[in-house]
């Protein structure tokens, strides 16, 4: 009798270790499959985050494209248009990123895992709020009444004209625009009014100027194509009208004709523009400033930015033969690169149909 129940208990013994391996082998591809899910996601995710990140022109009515996301996964992403842009008001997106990842799973006959997340956006064109041709926050002084300064738009279509110059109506014990020699007149500047001065004094100029001259000089708020200390290394092409940064705090830099060029420039320190320099798109100067010669900006001047962080600028200065012109266009195009698809605060789905 011992032989035959010996052999039952191996034989229960037997289906009890199968049964247990069989649970294991079942329990690990469930974990497999919920972490090849949780991958796919993970994917799908990124995708769209990249897919954002990269579209740098105003989008059409569709577009798809794959997209790389470590050596074996991909996302699949779509953007499909909702709403076309009427005047002010921006198209509307939605995009679709189907993350696809072989990994994690318990087996390669299984399927690649799959998930899909989909998010709405609008398409945001750059902008700058322009007071005025020429924003001067700590004062302007012009020698003499010939030159340009001009808020009526040179773009030649049809837009509402800005001021010619803003500047705070008192400066220490001074006007904030002074025109010499007395009585000067006539007011050079032109434009919608001729001059803005309804900020009583510099901080209040400062606090209406919404350029976030902090971020620029300290937090990296733009990633430049040049970052310069003075003008050596200064651009040879401005094809693409690039952001140039020259960071010359304690160190005035002259820029004449052989820095002629169009972009975005930003110098943190005080500026002379002379003789023959021309820049089309936009000019922040965070110090002193001086416009000398036939100095020309076609676009946005903005100057004494430094005052916005506490610093003591004095009020910048303008020569005889200046031209300094509001160009909604030269903007536009300057300010191009920093279009972007803004994505809709809880408009996020991962629920999104495939069809």
């Known amino acids: 009798m011992s032989l035959p129940l010996v052999i039952l208990l191996m034989a229960i013994l037997a289906i009890a270790v199968t049964a247990g391996f069989a649970r294991v082998s079942e329990e690990r591809r469930i974990v497999g499959d919920q972490q090849a899910q949780v991958d796919a996601f993970a994917v799908a995710q990124s995708g769209l985050e990249r897919y954002v990140a990269l579209v740098d022109s105003t989008p059409g009515a569709f577009d798809s494209v794959a997209i790389p996301i470590g050596p074996d996964d991909t996302a699949f992403v779509a953007l499909f248009q909702i709403r076309a842009p009427v005047g002010a008001t921006p198209g509307m997106y939605v995009l679709r990123s189907r993350g696809v990842s072989h990994g994690g799973r ?67 014990t001074y006007d904030g625009y002074r025109q010499a020699p007395p009585p000067g007149i006539p007011i050079v500047p032109q434009g ?28 990296g708020a733009l990633s430049p194509d040049y970052a310069l200390t003075s003008t050596s290394g200064w651009p040879v092409s401005f094809v693409d009208w690039p952001v140039v940064i020259v960071d010359n705090p304690g160190a005035p830099v002259t820029l004449d004709a052989t820095q002629t060029g169009q972009g975005v420039l930003i110098i943190t320190g005080d500026a002379t523009l002379d003789l023959n320099f021309t820049w089309a798109g936009v000019v922040l100067i965070g110090g002193y400033a001086m416009v000398r010669g036939n100095a020309s900006v076609q676009g946005a001047l903005v100057t004494g930015l430094n005052l916005k962080l506490g610093d003591d600028i004095g009020s910048a200065d ?10 909604s266009c030269n903007l536009a195009a300057a ?10 605060a809880n408009a996020w789905t991962d629920s999104w149909p495939e069809n």
């Open 106 to 172: 318990f087996s390669f006959n299984t399927p690649a895992a799959q998930r899909t997340v989909a998010q709405y956006a609008t398409w945001q064109d750059a902008s700058m709020d322009v007071d005025a041709a020429w924003t001067s926050i700590g004062g302007l002084s012009k020698n003499g009444d010939t030159g340009t300064i001009s808020g009526n738009d040179a773009c030649g279509v049809p837009s509402s004209p800005v001021a010619g110059v803003m500047v705070p109506a008192h400066f220490n």
């Open 192 to 219: 919608s009014p001729q001059i803005n001065m309804t900020a009583l004094d510099s901080a209040s100029t400062a606090a209406v100027v919404s350029i976030d001259c902090n971020g620029i000089v300290n937090g």
């Open 335 to 344: 300010l191009a690169r920093f279009a972007h698809l803004q994505l809709v």
């Open 318 to 327: 303008a020569g005889t033969q200046l031209q300094v012109q509001y160009h």
